[in-house]
Structures are given as C-alpha cells and as structure tokens.
C-alpha cells in the first residue's frame, strides 16, 4: 500500500511546513486540490492548486506532487496540458495528473459555466482526458470535438517523464470506461455517502472496472474524507487500509489532520511502513 497526504494550506507557511512533514515521514505522495474556493463556506482560506503544487515542486526532493483533482470546469485541456509539463518540470519528473468533471455548483458558478447534465458531464470528461493524453504524449494534431476544439498547439518542451500519470475521477460506468481508456490510475472518494454505502459501491466499481481494464492493471487510490476518518486511532487506520487493499486498492491518501487529530497522526507517521 502506497501513502498520499493531501493538504489544503491555509498559506505558504502552511504548505512548507506539512511538505516537509510527509517526506520525512515517507509519505509517498503529496497533493492538493483544484477548488477557487471552499465549496460550504467563502471565508476558508483557498489557494490556486497548481501554484501550491509548483511552489512544493521546487521545494521538495523525493516526494512525488500532485493536485487531486484537476477540474475541468475551470480551463481548456490544452491549457492543463501546457501546466502540466511545466510541473512535470520544475519537479524533476515527479508530477502527478489527477483529473476530474467537477461537482460543485460553486465552481461551475466562479468559471461562469451552467451546470452541466451528468450526460454532459461524461461526454466532456471523456473529449478532455482524451485530449491531455494526447497532447502530454506529442501528438499536437488539431481538434475539432465539440466542447474543446483547438488547433496549433505545441508541446515545447515535452514531459520529463516518459509517461505522465493521468489519474482519473470516476464512478459511473462511462466514466470508469475513461480511465480503461486513458487512466494510468483511478481515484474514487466518499463524497456525502455513508462508510458502509461507500464500501459497497466500491466493491462494485472495482468489479465493473476490472471488466473494462481487461486484466491491464492500473493504480487505485481512495480519497478518504467525509465519513471515512483515518485519525479516530491507530487500531482505525489499519483497519481502514487492511479493509480497502482486502478489496484491490493500492494507494489511500489522507487528509492532513485537524490539530484534535494530530496526535494519532503523529503516531501513525511514525510506523508508516508498518502499514504497507
């Protein structure tokens, strides 16, 4: 089992400060979101992602970086593609892609986009992660789709890393047959569901993914948030992981904890390869 931290930093100070405290615990992987602001409440502190993961890039050494998820509400693939491989970059090869359709009216209201139908949804999810495979792959040929055409695009200079990880949000099966397409990973999360309703679709997702991929193997990763709390104590945490990885997921990533949480935290960082 491979171990992300996600973190929403309050500030650069912030995001230095748990930066430093994944890599030295020998978290895996290091993320943030893609939000222009906190979906329940305008007054919570909320950065851009890509700067944060650019300001972590440059900073940072062995941990891999990543935003967890890149929104498609708010810009056109070639324009994530291009910040991409700018990241990939100043990283030194160390950047991860998670993309997802967005959710949240608020974000759909701060990009001036209607809300779309889940049908839309799907459909641009599928033209936009299409189109950032291509392009992160060399192939700058125009575009003529119906939500996201362009044309002269360039790639100069390409990626650092061979392939970079496209990691994708999905849980209906048209958009699970998005990352059977184009994903190197697939990330699920809770949202408002129960733990136990959670676990469920999981188990089923896994399933209907697994007849997709057609015995291709790609990285899993849970989102755990909402009802999900890795920090109610040690004994939880491994419990959670053992519970998750019973079922083929193989990375989990966490949020960074409240102050009330840091002491378990704290303790499970410290053993963390104990959990692998």
Do not use: C
């Amino acid at each position: 089992m491979r171990f992300g931290l996600k973190v929403n930093p309050a500030g650069w100070d912030d995001a230095s400060s748990w930066a430093a405290i994944a890599e030295e615990a020998g978290f895996d992987g290091l993320w943030t979101g893609d939000n222009l602001r906190n979906p329940r409440d305008p007054a919570i502190a909320v950065h851009d992602g890509p700067t944060i993961i650019a300001g972590w890039a440059a900073t940072t050494r062995r941990i891999r970086v990543g935003l967890l998820i890149a929104n498609l509400v708010f810009r056109h693939p070639t324009v994530l593609a291009k910040q991409a491989t700018t990241l990939d970059h100043v990283s030194g090869g160390r950047f991860d892609l998670g993309i997802g359709s967005g959710v949240w009216p608020t974000d759909h209201g701060m990009a001036g986009t209607p809300i779309w139908t889940a049908r839309e949804r799907t459909e641009r999810l599928a033209e936009f992660v299409a189109i950032v495979d291509r392009l992160l792959s060399g192939d700058v040929a125009d575009h003529a789709g119906p939500y996201y055409p362009y044309s002269l695009a360039a790639m100069t200079p390409g990626t650092v890393q061979e392939r970079l990880p496209l990691i994708i949000a999905a849980n209906a099966p048209r958009a699970l047959a998005v990352v059977a397409a184009h994903g190197d990973g697939w990330v699920t999360f809770p949202g408002a569901a129960t733990e136990a309703e959670f676990y469920a679709k999981s188990v089923e997702r896994v399933q209907a993914l697994d007849a997709v991929l057609d015995g291709r193997r790609i990285r899993r990763l849970l989102l755990a948030y909402g009802q999900i709390d890795p920090w109610a104590s040690e004994d939880g945490f491994a419990r959670l992981v053992q519970r998750y990885q019973g079922i083929g997921f193989d990375e989990l990533v966490v949020y960074a904890p409240k102050d009330h949480e840091r002491a378990v935290f704290d303790k499970v960082a410290k053993r963390l390869d104990d959990y692998r």
